[in-house]
C-alpha cells in the first residue's frame, strides 16, 4: 500500500468482549497503509486477557497512549492535541452520543471518524425501547452535521449492499483442517455426536439455558454442548446451574472458560457441527460472519436483525427465542456446510474508517441513506 501521512489514534475506553478486535483489525490496516499509529486504553487495559489476546499481534508496530479517564470528548480533543493526531477513530461511540459536551466539543485539525455499533431500530410506540430508540435516532442526525466529525453504523458482514455511512462487520477466519481435526481430539468431540457451539464471551445475554433446555427436548439424536468463551462472573454461577443439568441429563459438555484468541475462536466454530445464537440484542453478529466463512450451519433464534441476516443463507435457520422452536430447529437442521455468495472481511470495515470522510469510494459515493451494490466491488 502507498504510505500516507498523519498520524491515527485509535481510542477505546471499554476493554472487555470484543472490542478490541476490532481495535486491532483498524491498526493492522493503517500500519500497513503506512500510518503511525497510537492505540490509546486506559492503564488497566493493556493488562486485560483481552488485550493480551487480541493485541499481541501489534506490538511493536504501534504506540501507546494511557486514558486518565473514560474516552469523553474532552479526553479525546485532549489526547488529539497530544499526539498530534490527523485523524482518531472511536470504534465504539454509543456512549458518545449520549454526553451533552460531544456537540460542543470541536477538535481543531483533527477529523473524528465514530463508529456506532447498535444502530437505533424502528419499533413500534408500544415497545418500552421507542423513546430511546427515536433519541438516539436524532442524536445521529445531530452529530452528522459536526464539523470535522464522520458518523458511521457498523451493518452486517453479510449484507449485500451498504450506505456510504454504514461499515460492514470485519469478517476474517484463520483456522485450518489440522487445527479443527486437533480441537475435536483434545476435547474428546466423538463424530457419533452433533456439537452445538455457544462461542465468545459468555453472558446472560446468550441465553445459555434455553439452549441448555431445546438440547433436553430432542429425542432420537445424540447432542452435545462446546460452550467456548470468557465467562462473565456475574452469570458463572448460572451458568453452572445449567450445564449441571445437561450433564445429569448424560448431554456431553465442553466447556472452555477463557478468553480466546482469534484462531482458537475461529478453530471453535469450524470444529462445530451448528453454531447457536439465541439472543434479543439488535444488530449485526461477528459470530454468525464467522460461522458462514467457516461453513458452519447456524440455528438464529431471536433478533429481527438475525433473522433477516441468516434468511439469506443455505443450510441456516431462525426461529423465536423458545426452547420447543429452538429443539425443532437443532432436531431438522441438516449437518452440511453453510452456504453464501457473499461477506465482507476486515479491509473495507478498515479503510472506511480509517479514511472517514475524505476516502473516495468510487462507485460507492452517496450521502448518508444512499445505497449500493457492493457486489459490483
Known sequence: MTPQSGGVSIVEDNTSGHRLSYVATLADYAVRSGREVTICLPAKGWATPEAQVHLSGIHGRVGRYNLSATASPEAIRSLAQHLNSAVVIIPDGDSLLASPSFYFTRIRHTQVNVLIMREPQTLS??????????????????????????????????????????????????????????????????SEIIWVGVVGGISARKNVGIIAQALTLIPGRSFGLLLAGRVDPAYRAELAHEVQILKNRGIPIVHRDETLSTADLDTAIAAVDVIALAHSNEGPSGILGKAVAASTPVVAAGATSLRRDVAGLKGSIWVPLQANAIAKAFSTIEVQAAETDFYHDGDLFARRLLQGSSEDFSRTTGSAGDTVNMLDE
Do not use: C
Request: hydrophobic share 35%; glycine share 4%; no cysteine.
Open 125 to 190: 410506540w408500544r415497545d418500552p425501547g421507542s423513546i430511546k430508540s427515536m433519541a438516539k435516532k436524532w442524536a445521529l442526525r445531530i452529530a452528522r452535521r459536526k464539523r470535522g466529525v464522520s458518523i458511521y453504523t457498523l451493518t452486517s458482514a453479510l449484507s449485500p449492499t451498504l450506505r456510504t455511512d454504514q461499515v460492514p462487520d470485519p469478517i476474517t477466519l484463520t483456522t485450518n483442517v489440522d487445527l479443527v481435526r486437533s480441537f475435536r481430539e483434545t476435547h474428546h468431540m466423538r
